[in-house]
């Protein structure tokens, strides 16, 4: 069954430090996610990217977040100055359609933790 | 906007045991319902989703849910739970127009005790 690759799977920083988390969607979906769940929180949404170009963000996704999918296979969350509130578990996720008919399909996770 | 709202924060159960836990939503459109579980350490898995048509839905390893549209309800149901139900449940919307996200509930721990 296709999967959904996120690297590293636990990430250490220091706060200031800039991280980029890396996803390897689905090889023929089109919309592409990133959630986090902080420990002991609800999952929640952080932006969503379609046709190379951010379609919807949330609240959370502040000028330190940026998406990018630089080569047409990977998928990267980059935090610019992290901060210890952004210590979570980040998800990526992909869909064929966004209407999700077909149903998301998520990576393992990155374990993010700022010290 | 949506919201999910999950109930049951943690469940301890005996194997055998039957289960539900609770889900609504809050959204006035046309929605779709999804239940996802995380074993410890795992990612996301969807058990099952309701899109349309029969609101009784049945998902993998015996679950089931069913969309109750007067009660904007979409509660999650396994007559006999075993050790490996162990995992936290997530319950989650996204509205049915566009690209749009999913919006999860808090997740509920269920513990299956052997």
């Known amino acids: 069954e296709p999967e959904v690759t996120q690297t590293p799977s636990h990430q250490v920083t220091q706060m200031g430090q800039e991280v980029i988390l890396r996803c390897v969607p689905i090889?023929?979906?089109?919309?592409f996610y990133w959630y986090r769940q902080i420990l002991g929180q609800k999952v929640e949404f952080l932006v969503s990217?379609?046709?190379?170009?951010?379609?919807?963000k949330s609240e959370i996704f502040d000028d330190q977040f940026s998406v990018e999918r630089p080569d047409g296979s990977n998928f990267t969350l980059k935090i610019r100055s992290t901060k210890l509130e952004d210590s979570a578990m980040y998800f990526c996720?992909?869909?064929?359609?966004?209407?999700?008919?077909?149903?998301?399909?998520f990576g393992s996770g990155t374990r993010l933790t700022v010290v | 906007a949506q919201s999910v709202s999950q109930h049951n924060h943690h469940v301890i159960l005996s194997e055998a045991a039957s289960l539900e836990l609770g889900c609504n939503y809050s959204?006035?459109?046309?929605?779709?319902l999804f239940w996802y579980v995380q074993y410890p350490g795992q990612h996301l898995q969807l058990l099952l989703k309701?899109?349309?048509?029969?609101?009784l839905v049945k998902g993998i390893k015996g679950f089931e849910a069913e969309f109750i549209k007067s009660k904007f309800s979409f509660n999650l149901r396994k007559p006999s739970v075993q050790w490996s139900d162990t995992a936290e449940y997530f319950c989650?919307?996204?509205?049915?127009?566009?690209?749009?996200?999913?919006?999860f509930g808090t997740g509920t721990r269920l513990l299956v005790s052997p």
């Open positions: 309701y899109f349309s048509g029969d609101p």
């Open positions: 989650a919307v996204n509205a049915r127009t566009g690209f749009q996200k999913l919006v």
């Open positions: 090889s023929n979906h089109l919309y």
């Open positions: 996720a992909s869909t064929v359609e966004g209407g999700a008919d077909y149903g998301y399909t």
């Open positions: 990217f379609y046709n190379n170009e951010i379609s919807e």
């Open positions: 959204y006035g459109g046309t929605v779709n």
